[in-house]
């Protein structure tokens, strides 16, 4: 292939900005990427196998597809995330498979009411930058903790982790030394935080080298089971304000300042609608409910990838490995380091966080406190964004003369 058609072909995946050098160094880079938000994505993804009982390979085949589509749509490393309010039910026990899929397809049904009537273009429309960056400073808190968390504690006991095991301290150690190190090149950063896992993972389980499961992958059917349609109202209710607020608004505006040439392929209207295509097959096919994250973004971006290849490239991998070796899939999955999928969460969590920018104004710092203390007490996304909302129009309609260091504010919508 000739260097044109090379750079025609793969203009046609970046977003409309500065020309991508093809090089090797690129394609590195997008590859690394696609890893950053592994963190989020194999531990929800693990336990909805392991104990919801969804099938690995019906997982991983349709993640795949989501994340091809989501790259061709968007053309911009756009990620694809399990839905969290609908997996940490289903992972407490309250959801069943079913239930959890009838849910997610609850959720895309009222995604595509709402941008078929307009109602996502007016509330982008009536939400203010300040109350849009607390939001996104209170996930980036909320990976942060996640990740420290996932670092130093053993999942199962809840003890802190020895220091010289296989997935103990010292490997979060060595993980963290190694972003440090290279924090200028994350991609080879990245690079290197896969290699140790797998390396630890095969002094953990060395018989998952010889490990063969060749299996092609069979829809399954949760849906249909017979207590499904309960988890419309068990499931979906809980998820609808969070999946508008953190995979529609939020990460229409982080697209927006990463990739601000691209801004009007990611409109919070494009988005609710791609969230409501996407898991219409999703959850008939027998996969998890989806959505777009702005953690799983940043991390994306954070890591390297600048563009659709990045998610096309990833959601390749996952299509094959769920459309013939799901099962395999899930044992390396579970025996990958839990220490380092925590590293991964840290740096996410700094990618978000600096993304934010919400210490620039006086209001902006005031009403990220409040979204991200709310949140972190209760646990209740949407209840620490209401109260932000209230403060911040309460200090606006207060004036100067009652609040004079919050005269300065932005105003600017989040389309």
């Given at each position: 292939m ?25 394609l ?5 990427g696609?890893l950053g938000?592994?963190?989020?994505f194999?531990?929800i ?8 009982g ?7 085949f349709c ?5 091809i ?12 995330q ?7 039910l ?17 959720v895309?049904?009222?995604?595509l009411?709402?941008?078929?009537t307009?109602l996502i273009r007016?509330l982008s429309?009536?939400?203010a930058q ?9 996930v980036a ?9 996932l670092a130093l504690?053993?999942?199962a ?9 296989v997935?103990g ?8 030394l190694?972003i440090?190190?290279?924090?200028r ?8 935080l ?6 630890a993972?095969?002094?953990k389980?060395?018989?998952l080298?010889?490990?063969t499961?060749?299996a ?10 017979a207590?499904a349609?309960?988890g ?6 809980a998820?609808?304000?969070?999946t ?10 982080l ?8 801004r009007?392929?990611?409109?919070p209207t494009?988005?609710?609608v791609?969230v ?5 097959p999703v959850c008939?096919l ?8 702005s ?8 890591f390297?990838?600048r ?7 990833r ?26 999928l925590?590293?991964?969460l ?6 978000l ?5 919400c210490w620039?104004t006086r209001l902006g710092?005031l009403?990220t406190c ?7 007490t209760?646990g209740?996304?949407?209840?620490g964004?209401?109260?932000g909302?209230?403060?911040y ?8 003369n009652?609040?004079p260091?919050?005269t ?5 919508d989040?389309?």
């Amino acid at each position: 292939m000739s260097d044109i058609a090379a750079k025609t072909i793969f203009s046609w995946f970046t977003p409309p900005r500065a020309a991508q050098t093809i090089s090797a160094k690129f394609l590195l880079s997008e590859a690394t990427g696609s890893l950053g938000d592994l963190g989020t994505f194999v531990p929800i993804m693990v336990a909805m196998v392991q104990i919801v009982g969804f099938e690995a390979g019906s997982i991983l085949f349709c993640t795949g597809l989501a994340c091809i589509a989501a790259g061709l749509v968007f053309r911009a490393p756009m990620s694809v995330q399990p839905m969290k309010a609908i997996g940490a039910l289903a992972i407490g026990g309250s959801l069943t498979a079913g239930q959890a899929s009838t849910a997610g397809l609850t959720v895309a049904l009222c995604m595509l009411i709402m941008s078929m009537t307009g109602l996502i273009r007016w509330l982008s429309s009536v939400l203010a930058q300040p109350v849009l960056r607390g939001l996104q400073m209170a996930v980036a808190l909320q990976l942060l903790i996640k990740g420290m968390h996932l670092a130093l504690f053993v999942p199962a006991s809840q003890t802190l982790r020895p220091f010289w095991a296989v997935d103990g301290l010292a490997l979060a150690a060595i993980g963290a030394l190694l972003i440090l190190l290279l924090r200028r090149r994350l991609a080879l950063a990245a690079l290197g935080l896969i290699v140790i896992g797998f390396v630890a993972t095969y002094l953990k389980e060395p018989g998952l080298i010889g490990s063969t499961g060749f299996a092609l992958w069979r829809p399954s059917w949760p849906i249909f089971e017979a207590s499904a349609l309960s988890g419309a109202w068990l499931g979906g209710l809980a998820q609808i304000p969070l999946t508008l607020l953190n995979s529609v608004f939020a990460i229409s505006m982080l697209a927006g300042q990463l990739f601000p040439n691209n801004r009007y392929r990611t409109t919070p209207t494009k988005i609710a609608v791609s969230v409501g295509l996407m898991n219409i097959p999703v959850c008939l096919l027998g996969g998890v409910p989806l959505c777009h994250g702005s953690g799983g973004l940043a991390a994306q971006y954070r890591f390297g990838a600048r563009s659709s290849l990045a998610i096309i490239f990833r959601g390749a991998v996952l299509l094959t490995i769920g459309l013939f070796f799901g099962k395999v899939a899930l044992v390396w999955m579970l025996a990958f380091p839990s220490s380092l999928l925590g590293v991964f969460l840290l740096v996410a969590g700094l990618g978000l966080a600096a993304a934010s920018r919400c210490w620039q104004t006086r209001l902006g710092l005031l009403i990220t406190c409040i979204i991200a203390i709310v949140h972190l007490t209760t646990g209740i996304l949407a209840l620490g964004f209401a109260l932000g909302w209230l403060a911040y129009t309460a200090i606006v309609k207060a004036g100067p003369n009652v609040l004079p260091r919050f005269t300065k504010v932005e105003t600017t919508d989040a389309r």
